[in-house]
């Protein structure tokens, strides 16, 4: 059953939205409420010591799923159904989603989303693959919205699974490019967690460093345990004691917080570039050691300017941060909204849920607002949308609009990266039903 969105979205946020109506073949028309939804299962860590991460998606998905569902729901032959969104806790490990994943596939929801993790997102796929095949009454599409292991759309590639955000290389790759600039940077540290992901964020620094700064030295590269560490001093040390400048991390969470945290009391004042410093505690846990140093790349900021008019974009921030205004809950990423307002569009193109229809329609497909386009490869289910690397700025210093968190901290474009600018060759070889 379709419950009724606990928060009433306002006029001033339907009118703030009106920049999606040339993505979305959806018109004002209220769903009919006699429909059955079309549900979305988010397989997330909602318990454990990122529960906060799992948290704050949670929130983006709901927001995109209201502003889907304020604009009239998803157009099917029979009428406008509404989207609703199932959430199943796999307290962040790889048995626990599987076991979600055949709770979701049981309540025969047509539609798997997660991210945060991309030891999770190739089990998930491997276990899709194969239900897929065994059920295809019952098929199931796999939506990742942060899952950044490059061989989910490489070798580990599925008719099944479309990625929503820039894959590690890619996002690896902005970095550099910035860093190919920074000739104060004589010395690198790696530093990340040992998983999937982090493996592949020092293997891919190694790799673009050694073309790009061909002179910078890594004095270290360390893998930690995901998720336990609570004291990070022990690996600041180390960092000291290599006597690098800069560090190049893919740490998130908890894990990134605690990381800046012990390097802010140690004193130590380096370069950090990141692929997540801009959210969940990050900025305030920096403060102003983080002011000029420290890096993050995303999609979307909330500063974003880059020669365009930033107001759409600016209402976009602003209504978000109108259903969801504790400084806590202010985590947005672009990337979440483009996933379910794509697949609508894709739902409506198809004019069915069935999972290849869907999937047919995805592929290829385009978004474009007044300040975002991206377009889904079709040869390996990979987005292609800008990258912005961000600077750290201080609010009350000028030059930002927002700070993020309420932490008095924000972040100014550095460097923009068209979306043609973030392609990378692809070596998948997609087996199609």
Not at 36 to 55: D, K, Q, T, V
Not at 277 to 283: C, E, I, Q, R, Y
Not at 342 to 361: C, F, G, N, P
Not at 395 to 402: E, S
Request: glycine share 8%.
């Amino acid at each position: 059953m379709f419950h009724r969105s606990r928060h009433l979205v306002s006029a001033a946020l339907v009118g703030a939205l009106a920049f999606y109506a040339a993505a979305s073949p959806a018109s004002a028309a209220p769903a009919a409420a006699n429909l059955p939804p079309i549900r979305l299962g988010m397989i997330e860590g909602m318990s454990g010591p990122f529960a906060n991460a799992g948290e704050a998606v949670e929130h983006n998905i709901r927001f995109a799923v209201e502003q889907v569902n304020a604009r009239g729901g998803v157009r099917l032959p029979d009428g406008r159904h509404p989207l609703a969104l199932t959430v199943f806790d796999s307290k962040q490990g790889v048995e626990d989603a599987l076991l979600q994943l055949r709770q979701l596939t049981d309540q025969k929801i047509p539609f798997v989303l997660e991210g945060n993790s991309s030891a999770v997102a190739g089990a998930l796929v491997e276990a899709i693959n194969k239900h897929n095949a065994r059920t295809p009454d019952n098929r199931v599409l796999f939506l990742n919205y942060s899952a950044v292991d490059p061989a989910l759309t490489n070798e580990k590639c599925s008719f099944w699974h479309f990625r929503f955000d820039a894959n590690a290389d890619m996002r690896m790759r902005a970095l550099v490019e910035v860093i190919k600039g920074d000739r104060q940077a004589k010395s690198v540290y790696l530093i990340g967690q040992d998983y999937s992901f982090g493996q592949q964020v020092a293997k891919a620094a190694r790799r673009q460093l050694e073309v790009a700064r061909p002179d910078i030295r890594i004095v270290g590269d360390e893998l930690h345990p995901i998720g336990k560490i609570k004291d990070f001093a022990p690996y600041i040390a180390k960092i000291r004691a290599s006597g690098a400048d800069t560090v190049i991390t893919g740490n998130w969470g908890n894990d990134l917080t605690l990381l800046v945290k012990a390097a802010k009391e140690a004193g130590l004042h380096l370069k950090f570039y990141t692929f997540y410093a801009n959210s969940l505690g990050a900025p305030a846990a920096i403060g102003d050691a983080g002011v000029g140093t420290v890096r993050a790349v995303a999609e979307w900021h909330p500063n974003v300017a880059d020669g365009i008019s930033h107001s759409a974009s600016d209402a976009f921030y602003r209504s978000f941060r109108q259903r969801y205004p504790q400084p806590k809950d202010d985590y947005l990423f672009l990337r979440m909204d483009v996933m379910i307002d794509m697949l609508a569009a894709a739902i409506e193109k198809a004019q069915s849920t069935d999972a290849v229809a869907v999937a047919r329609a995805l592929e290829g497909a385009r978004f474009k607002s007044a300040f975002h386009e991206a377009s889904m490869r079709a040869d390996d289910h990979q987005l292609i949308q800008p990258l912005y690397v961000a600077v750290m700025q201080k609010l009350a210093d000028g030059g930002i609009r927002f700070d993020n968190e309420g932490s008095g901290y924000g972040f100014r474009t550095e460097r923009y990266l068209a979306p043609e600018a973030t392609v990378m060759p692809t070596t998948c070889k997609m087996q199609r039903p």
